[in-house]
């Protein structure tokens, strides 16, 4: 047999630093990680020996280094990344990063951390990442089997107070109307730096039981936002490990109702952009199972329309129908203005669900019904809201291009193509595509003649 040949390892110092720093024995580092490796259900056998070739430089294989860093985050009272422990050499980190709904609120913290910090970096394999189906499915899975975090608390690191807390909502809010406004590819860069700079120094920080519930849930949000502003940047993939650990953080504030939402509104609506009907149901469907008896008629009413919509993509007339009036009665069982609701669902009004209805209407080619439910919501739209309302007004575009009224089609996508003119949203951008694929049976029409010429300007221009 031939000799394996011979590699030369370097002294791994960023692990003998946090050794120290942490003021452990190898032996006891050793106890440490063989104890937090059964909390993962593996059988470790480390001893000093181990962790004494490991300062050497040997680097153990599989879920060891990401166990190793956990364990010395516990006794340093702080999250320590694999990359902190000199064991990242590109294989373990991968492309998984925020794939993973942890099993511990510290795992949980390291994988969303390394997801701002390589976001931030741009690195290749998460701009360029493409979505797996199973990989929307599967934490909904893990969400539905999974208890509430015992406790978030922590100690060690800055101290986090309310204030805190209140500042980060603040910021979200005020994120969030930016976004409506201009679109995502000019508000998207500072979300992610404020997230890596800001948000994982406080999630990594000391605060007590209450202010660390309330903290991840803030942070559930505008991680989730950030998941949507990748959506409308197109980065797909990007979008699914946000929406993936904005559900793990909901379930650290143990805000049951949140996590729902983030199946429903977010993770559903990632899946109907990639054209997987069947998931966008699953979604929804797992959504309204695991929050039954916990949440208000307005939320129910948004998780119904969700799954509707994936009945519609299916070709379901049926359940679609049934789905639709579940959520048409559901929204007028809530309160208007009510004190019940979360904030974050206070937005679903009746403009908002008629616009849910409209794309179940078109999808399944019910162009009259699509054209009313299109007209409604609009209605109901505030003018701030120029991405959205761009995007009606292309489903309004192509109900009336179902209807053959093609004249009329043109000037409403229009208004919608001068509305994206002060956007940058690829969202948008995709609604319009869609529609220009519908027009072109009738390209030879004046008015279709008419409307390719005037975008070919815009372009130009």
Known sequence: MAARPLVARQPNERLQALIQEAGCSNAGLARRVNMCGAEHGLDLRYDKTSVARWLRGQQPRGRAPGIIAEAIGR????????????????????????????????????????????????????????????????????????????????????????????????????LKELDHRFGSGHVRPVVVHYLNSVVSGLIGGSYREPVGRALFAAVSRLTELAGYMAVDT?????????????????????????????????????????????EIAQLARAAQEGTRGQVTPRVEAMFYAAEARGHALLGDNRATAVLSGRAVTALERAEPESGDDPVWIRHFDGSYLADELAHCHRDLGQAEAAARRAEEALRGLPETKARRRAIGLLLLAAAQVQQREVEQACQTATKAAELLGTLRSRRGAEYLDDFRVRLEPYREEA??????????????A
């Open 75 to 174: 006794k340093l009272g702080r999250t320590v990344t694999i990359d902190e422990i000199g064991m990242a050499n590109g294989k373990n980190l991968a492309s998984g990063i925020g794939l993973q709904f942890s099993p511990t609120v510290i795992g949980a913290i390291e994988q969303v951390c390394e997801l701002y910090r390589s976001d931030v970096g741009r690195r290749d394999f998460l701009t360029g990442a493409s979505v797996a189906s199973s990989a929307l499915v599967e934490p909904s899975r893990d969400w539905l089997i999974t208890g509430a975090d015992a406790q978030v608390a922590r100690s060690g690191g800055a101290r986090v107070g309310m204030s805190d807390v209140e500042a980060v909502v603040a910021t979200t809010e005020a």
């Open 234 to 278: 197109g980065q797909p993939g990007l979008a699914q490990r946000y929406y993936i650990q904005a559900l793990r953080l909901a379930q650290a504030a143990g805000d049951r109702a949140y996590g729902g939402y983030v199946l429903a509104a977010s993770m559903s609506h990632l899946a109907a952009e990639l054209g997987n009907p069947r």
């Open 447 to 460: 008015a279709a003649r008419e409307f390719g010429a005037r975008l070919e300007a815009v372009s130009v």
